[in-house]
């Protein structure tokens, strides 16, 4: 909003610094100051409120070091996410913005979901919570969402300079806006992938929007539920996601520089820096909430922060042409659901040809593996983060190693 304030003022009165604000620069570190603020100034508030309103966490017993200390922890804090990330993108961000327009789409939506999981479970007394096949069917809406836009939106493009014939010429660019669903292939020297070629020949390019859509669904899925389950430690999750965060406004950023992108010779995303100012907020609100976080946690952010924590940041490596990088910029995530299927499908294997089900993990996810072996959980959320900045090193890497 401030920025078509501020356009308006430069443009009619020629208003003094008003010409600041087209600087994406200037804009991400107002979101990012901005989103600390929020926090600062709500993030009590609303931790007193869900402490009045009595909405604590109920702690199952896991037999876990410092656990049941934690039973009437306000949960729900994942307010103080949304708060802290929606007000700053509202007001400095252009909301004209395609990209845009979905990051704020997919943040509404996944904490929507998320805070029907929390309302179940907190008011209506069901640990189970949100239904497994509901929240599915959220995220699968997501997908559509995503998928269908980034493909038909006029908007989403790519652009594709023509070679010039000589490095010196000063003969301006000559390039091609074109819709294509190619994306980036880390660690290889023609880095790009087409969608189209899953087709393999035997259907026309005209079916491409299918697999892409099942590849939008499969990645927000995927994330959502990593960030889900790497949410069981303090701080965990959200110093997690500061991390992720910052590496994909980077990337956001060179991606939608025409400078930086023909230098590094990556795909350049027209209006796709614009995201920048998106991820500089989400980076302060997790920053934001981690000061009441961290432990020992004044507040758990619950399936409210979580689910759209993976969900935002499914939704920005989409857009960004990023997705196939997210094993490595969402190691950690990564890391975490596997250990849960590893651990479940061991378990129903051994129970079925042995007799009784047996572990590779004292548990899982893999953080509690950790608190079973009697690491401090400040311990295991520091290491984990540590792990997370070298994956981020290796994702921003692959620019230039190829």
């Not at 070091?65 to 306000?74: D, F, I, N, V």
């Not at 010779?265 to 909430?289: D, K, S, T």
């Not at 990088?325 to 129970?351: D, M, R, W």
Request: hydrophobic residues 50%.
């Amino acid at each position: 909003m401030l920025y078509y304030l501020f356009q308006f003022l430069d443009e009619r009165y020629n208003f003094p610094g008003a010409g600041v604000f087209q600087y994406i620069s200037f804009r991400a570190l107002g979101a990012v100051v901005t989103s600390l603020l929020v926090a600062a100034v709500f993030g009590r508030r609303i931790i007193d409120t869900l402490r009045n309103l009595q909405i604590g966490e109920s702690i199952r017993d896991l037999g876990l070091e410092g656990q049941m200390q934690k039973r009437g922890t306000p949960t729900m804090g994942g307010f103080i996410i949304l708060a802290s990330l929606l007000i700053p993108a509202l007001l400095f961000a252009k909301l004209s913005n395609v990209y845009v327009v979905l990051a704020l789409v997919s943040t509404v939506w996944t904490g929507l979901i998320g805070f029907l999981d929390d309302y179940i479970k907190v008011f209506k007394k069901n640990k189970e919570g949100l239904e497994g096949k509901f929240k599915v069917v959220g995220q699968i809406g997501l997908g559509l969402i995503v998928g269908l836009t980034l493909y038909f939106n006029d908007y989403v493009k790519i652009r594709k300079y023509a070679p010039r014939l000589l490095s010196t010429s000063n003969v301006p660019d000559v390039y091609t806006d074109i819709k294509s669903t190619l994306t980036t292939v880390p660690f290889v020297k023609n880095n790009e992938f087409d969608y189209s070629s899953l087709l393999f020949g035997f259907l026309p390019d005209s079916y491409t929007w299918i697999v892409y859509v099942l590849v939008c669904i499969f990645i927000i899925t995927a994330v959502s539920n990593g960030a889900n389950i790497t949410d069981g430690i303090d701080g965990l999750a959200a110093g997690t996601s500061v991390i992720i965060g910052l590496t994909i406004g980077v990337l956001a950023y060179l991606s939608g520089n025409k400078v930086f992108s023909q230098y590094l010779n990556i795909m350049y995303i027209p209006n796709a820096g614009e995201l920048v100012i998106f991820c500089a907020a989400f980076v302060g609100a997790c920053v934001g909430f981690l000061w009441y976080n961290s432990y020992p946690a004044q507040v758990f952010m619950g399936d409210t922060g979580s689910l759209m924590l993976g969900g935002v940041i499914a939704v920005l490596s989409l857009a960004i042409r990023k997705e196939l990088l997210i094993p490595l910029i969402c190691g950690i995530f990564l890391a975490e659901n596997l250990s849960v299927i590893l651990q479940v499908s061991y378990f129903k294997y051994t129970k079925r040809k042995y007799g009784e089900g047996r572990r590779i993990f004292l548990m899982s996810p893999l953080h509690h593996h950790f608190q079973k072996k009697g690491y401090h959980e400040a311990k295991i959320v520091t290491r984990f983060w540590i792990i997370g900045i070298i994956l981020a090193v290796l994702a921003l890497a692959t620019l230039k190693l190829r």
